[in-house]
């Protein structure tokens, strides 16, 4: 909360800052007269003012919140989450919250993520019930294989658990065929509370 409150401290001040110039230039960055650093700097403040709502640490900001801070706030949280550079708490909330935005253009790019090789093993189990949660039976071929066939037993896990979260009868297929393959004695355990959650 302490969190919100500076950045939107920080939007107002620099709202005021602008208003107290007296031959101050509109702010859309394709009207005439406008520089690009003048729109570079501004768009900098408002994605530090994203970062601040990000870092909130007992949970992701919230659609309103973010989009009260600006209108344009699938832009920074895009930007953030597509940031292999960004500090990983800063990306993997923006994560989250691109999920507010489920469209076709996040679907592909986060199993785009989830797909990639590259993509580091602590970033599939934000990815895993994201997509679950944000794209409901859709998601579902795309999680199949986590918990079907990748060598890490946690994945394996933490894609029931994804699935288990979706009220869907090919979860429940899903879960049921990992149920009688898998390996591991916990992990098994898991993979039944998850599908017992779809009965």
């Known amino acids: 909360m302490k969190l919100f409150l500076i950045a939107l401290t920080l939007l107002s001040l620099l709202a005021t800052g602008a208003s107290a110039e007296p031959a101050a230039k509109p702010s859309d960055p394709s009207a005439p007269g406008v520089s690009d650093d ?5 768009d900098a403040h ?3 003012a994203v970062l601040m709502l990000l870092s909130q640490h007992h949970r992701a900001p919230t659609l309103k919140q973010l989009e009260g801070l600006t209108p344009r706030a699938r832009h920074f949280v895009e930007r953030i989450a597509r940031d292999e550079s960004a500090f ?12 507010y935005w489920a469209d076709d253009d ?6 785009g993520l989830l797909d990639d090789p590259q993509t580091d093993v602590s970033l599939l189990h934000t990815l895993l019930p994201l997509l679950a949660n944000s794209f409901g039976e859709r998601a579902v071929g795309e999680l199949t294989p986590f918990v079907l066939e990748h060598d890490d037993v946690q994945v394996r896990i933490s894609a029931a658990a994804a699935l288990g979260r979706l009220n869907s009868d090919a979860a429940f297929k899903i879960l049921d ?23």
Do not use: C
């Open 106 to 111: 996040t679907f592909n790019y986060l199993t």
């Open 88 to 99: 990983a708490f800063h990306r993997e909330r923006a994560l989250i919250a691109l999920g």
């Open 177 to 199: 065929i990992a149920i009688e393959q898998e390996p591991n004695p916990i992990a098994r355990q898991r993979i039944e509370d998850a599908a017992a959650r779809l009965r």
């Open 38 to 42: 003048a729109s570079t700097s501004g």
């Open 46 to 48: 408002i994605e530090e």
